[in-house]
């Protein structure tokens, strides 16, 4: 099993502005995943990002709104650009396991008002 | 399309009592499936997975599920339910066509005591 880390757990904070959460890995990983969870509701995948690569954006999400770098096998970062309350959700790391069972980070809490 | 549906939103039982959560899912191919579990304010944790053999799968902190081809389900149980379990709960099945998990919607499950 992989450990995650996500930095910040939670952060409060104002429209417009741009937030970046940090996902650190402790064994190397090919690929890591970006999820959103709106309250209330199920999880949904923003992008997978390779490194060394663009990152893949699902329907819906486009790089402009959701930059993600991947500058080595351990770490990953997404930015939340030019944030509304819309926004405010559990955003979510994620490695592949050996058998496509996935492991997540405790997620990144973020309330924009 | 694949999809998994998780019928029940809110379940309560007592503590004690068992526990049956539902899932049932839609993929062309023998499925990867996977139950996963949140606890507040954390990440998701895998409780168990089925990929191929024994239809009926032990996981962690005493949960099974089965797997029932005939009925597209992969159903979560538990004999008896203790408070700490009181959780939102995650079915999701593995796409090897698009590479990534889809997730149900979720089962929120509170535990009388």
């Known amino acids: 099993s992989a450990v995650i880390s996500q930095k910040p757990s939670r952060d409060i904070c104002q429209r417009g502005t741009s937030l970046t959460i940090q996902c650190q890995v402790d064994?190397?990983?090919?690929?890591m995943f970006w999820y959103r969870q709106q309250p209330g509701q199920s999880l949904t995948l923003i992008a997978t990002a390779n490194q060394g690569s663009e990152a893949t954006y699902e329907s819906g999400f486009v790089i402009d709104k959701f930059p993600i770098s991947r500058p080595n096998l351990t770490f990953s970062t997404l930015t939340v650009s030019n944030m509304s309350p819309e926004d405010s959700s559990i955003y979510l790391c994620?490695?592949?396991?050996?058998?496509?069972?996935?492991?997540f980070g405790q997620g990144t809490r973020l309330t924009v008002v | 399309a694949q999809s998994v549906t998780q019928p029940d939103i809110h379940i309560t039982v007592s503590e004690g009592a068992s526990l049956e959560l539902r899932c049932n899912y839609s993929y062309g191919a023998t499925p990867y499936l996977f139950w996963y579990v949140q606890s507040p304010g954390q990440g998701l944790q895998l409780l168990l997975k089925y990929f191929s053999g024994d239809t009926l799968v032990q996981g962690i902190k005493g949960f099974e599920a089965e797997f029932k081809r005939s009925q597209s389900s992969f159903n979560l149980r538990k004999p008896s339910v203790h408070w700490s379990d009181a959780a939102e709960y995650f079915c999701a099945v593995f796409s090897g066509g698009y590479n990534k998990l889809i997730f149900g919607a979720g089962t929120r499950l509170a535990v009388h005591p």
């Open positions: 064994s190397q990983v090919t690929m």
């Open positions: 994620s490695v592949d396991g050996l058998n496509t069972e996935a492991f």
